[in-house]
């Protein structure tokens, strides 16, 4: 099955942009399953961020107002998160995971698969 990591936390300020990917590490490629990202914040529950589907579908959570947008290169191996207009809220462990294509939800107990999580800061 596939394996997850997760590139480019860091720390940054209000109205930034940043750009988390996520890499199949395994031989395996991203073909068949669907791509989450979640995130956790201190204290917090694990929240539902985005999704894209096999079949390149993405959704979004409310929260995301339209600042986030996910894509995904399968010759790279790659599914990207690009964050735009950070605020501090955004602050918290980002996390991608993989479910079977069948499986299509947004609760992160239906994903299968997971990173290993990166750190994003948003502070000014």
């Known amino acids: 099955q596939v394996q997850l990591k997760e590139f480019g936390g860091g720390s940054v300020q209000p109205g930034d942009s940043l750009k988390l990917s996520c890499t199949a590490v395994?031989?395996?490629?991203?073909?068949?399953?669907?791509v989450g990202w979640f995130r956790q914040a201190p204290g917090k529950e694990r929240e539902y961020v985005g999704r894209i589907s096999w079949r390149l579908d993405s959704h979004y959570a409310d929260f995301v107002q339209g600042r986030f947008t996910i894509s995904i290169d399968n010759a790279k191996k790659t599914v990207l998160l690009q964050m735009n207009d950070l605020k501090a809220e955004d602050t918290a462990i980002y996390y991608c995971a993989a479910s079977p294509g069948w499986k299509l939800v947004s609760t992160a107990a239906g994903y299968d698969i997971w990173g290993q999580g990166t750190q994003v800061t948003v502070s000014s």
């Open positions: 395994s031989e395996r490629t991203f073909n068949g399953y669907n």
